[in-house]
C-alpha cells in the first residue's frame, strides 16, 4: 500500500509563530490529503484537506500546500497558540477506493 | 459532522477470551473501518468495509475478524485475544472524502 512519511516527529514552538509539519508519499496516483489532531485521550479529528486539483488551501491559521510533482504536501500552521499543541497526522489516498495510508504523526508543543 | 459511536468505550479482557468491539454511524456513509492506535504510534488498519455484508483486509488483520451486518454498524471481533492486542481501537466512516473518527475503545487484555 501507499507510504507516508511525515517529518518531524516532535517539533516545540513558542506562541505566536508558526509550524510546520511535512509529508511526502509514493503513489503518484494518490488524490486526497487530509490533516488530523488527536489531543490526548480524544480521537482523531479532520482539520483540514487537499485534494489533488489544488496546490494551496487554507482554513483560518491552517495552511496546506502540495507539490504534486515532488510528492510532497504540508501542514503550516501560523500565529500558533497552545491549543494547538497536539498530535498531527498527515494521510494520502491512493486514486482507487477509500483506504488512507497515515504517517506516523508529529507532536506539537506550543509554550506560552 | 459525522456521528460514529462505539462501545464499549473499555475494556479489560483475559488471555484466549473473545472480544467484540461495535461501532455505529449515522452519516449514512458507505465505507467503514477499524483503527488500532499503540501509544505514541500513528494508526494501523485492520479491516475495512464499503458495503453491507462485506468486509476486506487492511494492513494488519491477522487475529482480527470483522462483520459489518448493515450500513450503520461494523465490529471488530477478537476470538483469541492475546496480549499484544492491547491499545485503543478506533472506528471511522467515510464517504469519498475524510474520515471521522468514533471515540475510541481502550482495551487491556490481561
Known amino acids: 500500500g501507499e507510504q507516508v512519511e511525515q517529518l518531524p516527529s516532535i517539533l516545540r514552538v513558542q506562541e505566536g509563530s508558526s509550524a510546520s509539519i511535512n509529508c511526502s508519499y509514493e503513489d503518484s496516483a494518490s488524490n486526497y490529503f487530509p490533516w488530523y489532531k488527536q489531543e490526548p485521550g480524544e480521537n482523531p479529528k479532520l482539520i483540514i484537506d487537499?485534494?489533488?486539483?489544488?496546490e494551496r488551501k487554507q482554513i483560518q491559521e491552517l495552511i496546506v500546500l502540495l507539490d504534486k510533482k515532488a510528492k510532497r504536501f504540508s501542514l503550516h500552521i501560523t500565529d500558533t497558540q497552545p491549543g494547538d499543541s497536539a498530535m498531527y497526522f498527515c494521510?494520502?489516498?491512493?486514486?482507487?477506493?477509500?483506504?488512507?495510508?497515515f504517517g506516523k504523526g508529529a507532536k506539537l508543543t506550543v509554550s506560552p | 459532522e459525522a456521528a460514529v459511536t462505539q462501545s464499549p468505550r473499555s475494556k479489560v479482557a483475559v488471555t484466549g477470551g473473545k472480544v467484540t468491539l461495535s461501532c455505529h454511524q449515522t452519516n449514512n456513509h458507505d465505507y467503514m473501518y477499524w483503527y488500532r492506535q499503540d501509544t505514541g504510534h500513528g494508526l494501523r488498519l485492520i479491516h475495512y468495509s464499503y458495503v453491507a455484508d462485506s468486509t476486506e483486509k487492511g494492513d494488519i488483520p491477522d487475529g482480527y475478524k470483522a462483520s459489518r451486518p448493515s450500513q450503520e454498524n461494523f465490529s471488530l471481533i477478537l476470538e483469541l485475544a492475546s496480549l499484544s492486542q492491547t491499545a485503543v481501537y478506533f472506528c471511522a466512516s467515510s464517504d469519498r472524502g475524510g474520515q471521522y473518527f468514533g471515540p475510541g475503545t481502550r482495551l487491556t487484555v490481561l
Open positions: 487537499i485534494r489533488s486539483n489544488m
Open positions: 494521510a494520502a489516498r491512493q486514486g482507487t477506493g477509500s483506504k488512507l495510508s
